[in-house]
């Protein structure tokens, strides 16, 4: 189910649990340019598309991972859209430790590998089934351990910016999609395909 603003705040409420010394803007001044050009978020399309999406998601959204499919798609066949990943763990404890687990596996070049095995997994995941996914993606699980432990500052620092970026828009849950001056929830592909295209048109317009 897709959380209101009373679970997103429960989830944070999760991830200060998680992460010593969070802390999270209340409703603070948006940043474009960081929710857009964070040089330490995850991006997979075409770094120089004319369309930049960038998606707040949470692993154990089911409506994350059934829009995941088809963003994937428009993203490939289209080839002109840069799509950024914001980790926004809002729904579990769980989801915070598959965040963190994801981020890690970029030191080792295996973001998107992580990344699209947890958004192929069904239900709510523990943390034990959230390793077994990984570990069946062909991830190398000891030194993913050894990379979270070495750059957990980095990522904690970087689950705090995408916390206090989605606070300071005020989103309301996962999945949220920016794209371009637009933003929406869970689409199939044309949806992406429509949204994309009236991007597109708004900014040849400006």
């Known amino acids: 189910m897709q959380p209101d603003r009373r679970a997103v705040l429960a989830g944070l409420s999760l991830l200060a649990a998680s992460l010593p010394g969070f802390a999270f803007a209340q409703s603070g001044e948006v940043d474009a340019e960081a929710i857009l050009n964070d040089p330490e978020a995850p991006v997979a399309g075409n770094p120089a598309g004319d369309v930049t999406i960038v998606a707040f998601l949470d692993y154990n959204c089911p409506y ?5 499919p088809d963003l994937a798609r428009i993203v490939k066949e289209d080839g002109k859209i840069r799509l950024v990943y914001k980790e926004w763990p809002v729904i579990t404890e769980s989801s915070v430790y598959a965040a963190q687990l994801a981020l890690a596996a970029a030191h080792q070049g295996a973001y998107q590998r992580v990344h699209d095995a947890l958004m192929a997994s069904k239900g709510r995941l523990s943390k034990e089934q959230i390793s077994a996914v990984i570990g069946k993606a ?11 432990d070495t750059h957990a500052d980095k990522i904690t620092a970087q689950l705090r910016r995408n916390m206090a970026q989605a606070d300071s828009l ?8 920016l794209v371009g001056p637009f933003r929406t929830s869970t689409l199939n592909y044309a949806g992406f395909k429509q949204v994309v295209a009236d991007a597109r048109k708004k900014q040849a317009a400006q």
């Not at 994350?64 to 995941?68: D, E, L, P």
């Not at 062909?138 to 979270?148: E, M, N, S, V, W």
């Not at 005020?170 to 999609?177: A, D, K, M, N």
């Open 64 to 68: 994350c991972r059934t829009s995941a």
């Open 138 to 148: 062909g991830i190398d699980l000891t030194r993913l351990q050894a990379d979270l």
């Open 170 to 177: 005020g989103l309301q849950g996962t999945p949220t999609y």
